[in-house]
């Protein structure tokens, strides 16, 4: 794949004078979507910092440390001659079995009752908990995933993050300053704000799970089958 050095070095140089606090957020943003490379680095960059500022904020940057170290991360890939590739990876899960042998079972069940428009419903529900069981199930391995392989985001390992380090001999870390350290404050909602909040939440919430539960059949047939995830991977030169 070809290399656009400059995309990447006005790429890099943009995301530098934020961290430095030199741009303001809505500023960074307006550098952000002034850059066009066919370069995939370049374009997974980009996408990666839409969620590091608000786009209408005229303010300096202020986040997390793991979010600083990802940038970090982010400035050593621009620097060096890496490239991506997508990656199409199916995740197959003892789920999936468990998914199959519920959905004969329902369909089983549904066969057995005369008043089949009534009750198919009903026996849908013991199933349809099962199958959002299932679903947090997989939820769980898929964060223990991303949490074991966070700290050296976008690399594979920490083997081909030293190998990449080398190869760029010029690059330097920016530190974060204490001041520009996100701190989490609790909004300062009202009482009917936050009531209104939790009502309208948990209408949305009921309508989910009562369709999930009375329409079981329907994500036991997708759970079925492996996920595909497509995932941008870093190729070392």
Sequence with gaps: MTIDRPARNQTSDALERFLLGETTE???????????????????????????????????????????????????????????????????????????????????????VADFSTAVFIIAMPFGAISFLLSKWRQLLKTETVNASIE???????????????????????????????????????????????LRNGVWAFAWYFLWATLAFIPLFFQMFPVKETKSRVVAP
Excluded at 34 to 51: A, C, L, R
């Design 26 to 112: 809505a500023s960074f943003d307006d550098e952000m979507m002034g850059i066009e490379s066919d370069d995939p680095v370049v374009d997974y960059v980009v996408d990666n910092v839409w969620f590091l500022y608000d786009d209408f904020a005229e303010r300096k940057v202020s986040m997390s440390k793991p979010l600083w170290g990802f940038c970090n991360l982010l400035l050593l890939l621009l620097q060096s001659d890496c490239t991506m590739e997508d990656e199409t990876i199916k995740h197959r899960h003892l789920s999936q079995i468990f998914a199959a042998l519920l959905l004969v079972a329902y369909a089983l069940c549904c066969l057995k």
């Design 152 to 198: 050296y985001e976008p690399f594979e390992s920490w083997s081909q993050l030293l190998a990449v380090r080398r190869s760029v001999p010029d690059f330097k870390k920016i530190p974060q300053p204490e001041s520009r350290t996100a701190e989490y404050v609790e909004a300062n909602f009202s009482f009917l704000e936050r009531f209104f909040n939790f």
